[in-house]
């Protein structure tokens, strides 16, 4: 049985984010010391685990070959048992689910890391979940989840492989990288990474260069500059060319045409046009100039042609060879083997505080609050400012789902009045109610934050709450990521149960924006509720 510990042992790996920079600066000089080193003629013996008792899974459910392969070869490497998983004739095809299929082949090994790509977003983050529930529960090791790519959604390693390969070409320097994205920047996980990984640079410029339907999704290309990135986007490279001020490093996508839309598809010729190197640009490059590629390209409209593939500029041949370097050093990590001379900040999960309900004071009156058209209540609950400030139709909606999501099906008036400040709210007066549970009145919070819940005894306010946006929505049957690669997404039968955390502190945009805990889709907050 595996006894290996340390600070990667058993960890998933479903973003860049879950390696901490620290921890991806690790990663990196240990791909480094194994590379130099067998090149140098060594046999890598640091990075062998030699332990048949520990089961790498390569379960590809999309196509591939540089990710499985090298995450193969990898395996092999470390001497670990290793189990290509053929998902195509696999019980997959009989409805079986992907936790069911997990669990089943955890069974098989003392220890074991799972790879795995998927069109379902944020797959390794709930099998995280449900199998390290299973784990604790049996007593045995927490495996652990690569993410080898999901969808649209991240592709870690590759990210990983990538930020090795920039490092390399400047020298393991890393005070500064000005990069150009091209390409498809909309479907293409690989850039998307890129907002958080090249994060491993103090100073960084990102030029996007993408026509409009493969732009960068704007979420990303926020989360770039929030990370202090400057970033400057053209919709062509002609365009880009002309502006000068070039980026010596350049990164090529393929358009993903297996995961656009008619609408897009029938332009492909064009904006493929608009992201293609031709010859006659060569001359406008900065000296020293690489291109990479994640690959593979199209073999008949490659955006990166192969007329490039003899020159200085292709970075892409070594990229690709890194995949297996860093993929070792990643598996040597999260199986236990390394890790013991790791010091610095390591990523830690996030924690929350529910600290959605404040008591407010209560101003006392001589005679009841009467409210135009509500009779005051003498014993009862009184939910006032809902959607306080809002237009009028919004806050009659907002009333009306407050009543449906808390099945206030009872005794009651509601309506929308003045509140004092030239505009209005929404009031729900509940003679029947004495009190409400912690749930309710999360749900309350979350549907209607900024609203007050008063409780009336004797026909005066006795206690006032303020309820503001909780920094979590999560256990309910109403909510659902409304992002259908999500593995959440209700239409996967997957079983697994939303969850969305508030982007920012309450208050202002990010306050009221929910991100999917697995395939990280931001929501407005209203968007979550299904009702
Ligand atoms: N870069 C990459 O993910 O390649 P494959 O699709 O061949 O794995």
Known sequence: MATRKGPFKGRTIAVVDDLSLDEQRYLYRKARELKEGVLAGGDGAAFRLNDRDYSAYLIFMEDSTRTRESFRN??????????????ATSSFNKNESIVDTIRMLYGYAADSCFVIRSKL????????????????????????????????????????LDEFSFLEQLGWRDERIHIALTGDLYHGRTVHSKANGLRVFKEVRVDLVAPGPLG??????ERMKSNGFEVKSYESLDEYLAAGKVAPIWYFTRLQLERMGEAVLEKAPSLRAAVTFRKDMLGLLPEGARFYHPLPRDRVHPTNPTFLDELPLNGWDGQSANGYWTRIALMGMVSGLLGGDFSGDQASPETFVDDFVREAPVVLREKPEVKVGIRPVDEGIVIDHISSGEPVAEIWDHIDAVRRMLKLNLRSSHGVFHNGRGSFKGIISLPEITSFGERDLKKLAAIAPGCTLNLVRGSRVVKKYRLDMPPRIYGFEEISCKNENCVSHPSHLEGVTPEFRRKGPPGGESGTTFVCRYCEREHRFREIWDV
């Not at 784990?135 to 990210?159: K, V």
């Open 74 to 87: 990898a395996a092999k490497f470390l001497g670990a048992r290793t189990n290509v998983f053929d998902a």
């Open 121 to 160: 977003e944020g797959v390794c983050r709930s099998l995280e979940d449900s199998i390290g529930r299973y784990a604790e529960l049996t007593g045995r090791p927490r495996p652990a989840f690569i993410n080898a790519g999901d969808g649209r959604h991240e592709h870690p390693t590759q990210e990983f």
């Open 216 to 221: 960068m999704p704007p979420h990303y290309a």
